[in-house]
């Protein structure tokens, strides 16, 4: 009777897998933002403002995770132990909790729902220096341009399955892609650049119609400098389209700093890289450099023309699933870490990188201002989608549901659907089943 007693009692309350309630008032980041935020829009308001969707995200980010701002009580049925979990913002703009969070779920739904397994490459698309202004506040611009990229690196791909497998056409050769949209760089400068997670092959229909997927070669120097290629050729076709060019002449009237000239000058400051409320508006940003030794890499696959850069190193093996979802989370990662900010003795922020560039430079000293401006310039603007379907991966795809990577779910191999992200992972180690929510506290 003591065994039955003991299988039916709950675990001891300490979470085994290693779960805390977070503290974001305890992080410098949320410090940070707390007091300086209110100056910082103190004084845009006496240049006009900022627009709706960038104050929001300030305020929804100072109460995430707060518990006097809302939670949601749970409680198991069988113990009665209880937990609070505090309502979060779940903001796109630099929250690293629920960008963090966002990161961990689309990694899951990506690997469990939509890549099949079959080899995956991932392609990194930078863009010449003066498109990043416009395309972080432009989002037809930035939709034409990512068009004229996949459409370069689709071509690329067809045209290598014709002559590798003697194909008829390239119209028979049909291919598929994710694109993750990051709108910053280490130094949280506005650097709009894509991250395409391409399957490194192509589907053809066999004589019964079903498609059968081809993995091709590795891409050589060759095809990737041509893939940079037909992209800056369409680049400067799309530009002509929009009345803009690549040095600037004959450029149309400013809309966004016209409408919303603070937030326009945040995101010329964080594309320039320059102060902006900072000891020397105007200059360059201090930066900490030690130096380094450069050793070529002749075999990488990398090209640059016209400014349009273009690498595709990085490759996994569909059957890998694990090192799949780290790449997906690599390419879906918030803009911004915790662990890299560090406040120096006289008030400035310290930006740590995890990697080095190449002239040594490791991290930029920032004032806390400039910091506040640069994170304005992060917040995407409304319908600005950051991730994006092609081809056979596409949900207007009819090819979509014939390369899942798992059986459907109405399929008897799959009674239930698969858990995501964070849930997937502490469903293993959770201590207890915890029931439906017994209590909503107010916000």
């Known amino acids: ?53 960038v104050v929001r995200e300030f305020d929804e980010y100072l109460r995430c995770g707060r518990l006097e701002h809302g939670v949601l009580r749970l409680a198991c049925r069988r113990c009665g132990h209880e937990m609070l979990v505090a309502f979060s913002c779940k903001r796109r703009g630099f929250c690293p909790s629920c960008l963090g969070r966002r990161m961990s779920d689309v990694a899951a739904h990506l690997v469990d729902e939509v890549l099949p397994v079959v080899p995956i490459r991932q392609w990194v698309c930078s ?65 709009v650049h894509f991250h395409t997670l391409a399957l490194d092959g192509v589907y053809v229909r066999d004589p019964e119609g079903a ?13 990737v400098a041509e893939v940079a290629a037909h992209t800056h050729a369409a680049l ?39 102060q902006l409320l900072g000891a020397a508006p105007g200059q360059k940003t201090a930066k900490l450099v030690r130096p380094v030794r450069l050793v070529p890499s002749p075999s990488e696959a990398l090209a640059e023309v016209g400014g349009v850069n273009v690498h595709a190193t990085v490759v996994v093996d569909g059957r890998d699933r694990k090192r799949l979802e780290r790449l997906c989370r690599y390419v879906a990662r918030p ?11 006289d008030g400035r922020v310290r930006l740590g990188f995890k990697a ?12 806390p201002l400039d910091l506040i401006a ?7 603007p409304p319908r600005f989608h950051m991730l994006r379907y092609h081809g056979v991966l596409a949900a207007h795809s009819c090819a979509r549901a014939e390369r899942r990577p798992r059986p459907r ?30 209590g909503v506290a107010p916000a």
């Open 374 to 380: 640069r994170l304005c310039a992060l917040v995407p």
């Open 127 to 191: 863009l010449p220096w003066p498109l990043r202004y416009p395309l972080a506040y432009d989002r037809r611009l930035c939709a034409d341009v990512l068009a004229a990229f996949v459409g370069a690196l689709t071509r690329s791909l067809r045209w290598r399955a014709k002559r590798e497998l003697g194909l008829r056409s390239v119209e028979d050769a049909l291919v598929g892609a994710v694109t993750f949209i990051q709108r910053s760089d280490s130094a949280l400068r506005i650097n």
């Open 335 to 345: 803009p911004l870490s915790q662990d890299r900010l560090e406040l120096h003795g």
């Open 409 to 438: 779910a109405s399929e008897p191999a799959r009674a239930a659907p698969a858990l995501r992200g964070r849930r997937r992972r502490a469903a293993r180690a959770a201590p207890c089943a915890v029931a439906p929510p017994v």
């Open 211 to 223: 498609l059968v997927f081809h993995a091709l070669a590795a891409p050589t120097g060759d095809d």
């Open 236 to 274: 400067l076709r799309v530009l002509e389209r929009h009345g803009r060019s690549l040095e600037g002449v004959d450029e149309p009237t400013d809309p966004l700093a016209d409408e919303q000239p603070v937030l326009a000058s945040c995101y010329a400051a964080a594309a320039g890289d320059v």
């Open 1 to 53: 009777m003591g065994a039955a007693a003991s299988e039916r009692s709950c675990p001891a309350p300490a979470r085994a897998d290693g779960y805390a309630r977070r503290t974001p008032e305890d992080t410098l980041l949320y410090t940070l933002v707390r007091e300086h935020w209110p100056r910082f829009l103190e004084r845009a308001e006496e240049q006009g403002g900022l627009p709706r969707f």
């Open 356 to 367: 080095a560039w190449k002239d040594g430079t490791h991290a930029v000293v920032l004032d």
